[in-house]
């Protein structure tokens, strides 16, 4: 299970992916812009079966969005742990 205190501070992903596993799941959280110029930033949680690294894995990722606040950290954490199911060996 993924705890929100895995997942750093709200301030590490100004510059910085953070990437992790919860079983066969990898999981990675970045700032992504919003849509358009000028809209709000935002985090994004991308998840798929290892067991390889975000940027050379071929299966397929699932991703969502969230407000970039410690909210929307928190809400990514219970979606990423919804998803575990989906990746059990």
Do not use: C, H
Request: charged share 30%.
């Amino acid at each position: 299970m993924i705890q929100r205190k895995d997942l750093l501070s709200l301030n590490f992903y100004k510059t910085t992916p953070f990437t992790g596993s919860d079983g066969a799941m990898r999981y990675r959280v970045e700032k992504v812009s919003g849509e358009g110029d000028g809209g709000p930033d935002l985090l994004q949680a991308t998840v798929w079966r290892g067991p390889y690294a975000f940027a050379v894995s071929t299966e397929e990722k699932t991703r969502r969005t969230a407000p970039f606040s410690e909210e929307g950290l928190e809400e990514l954490t219970a979606w990423m742990n919804q998803q575990t199911k989906n990746y059990e060996e």
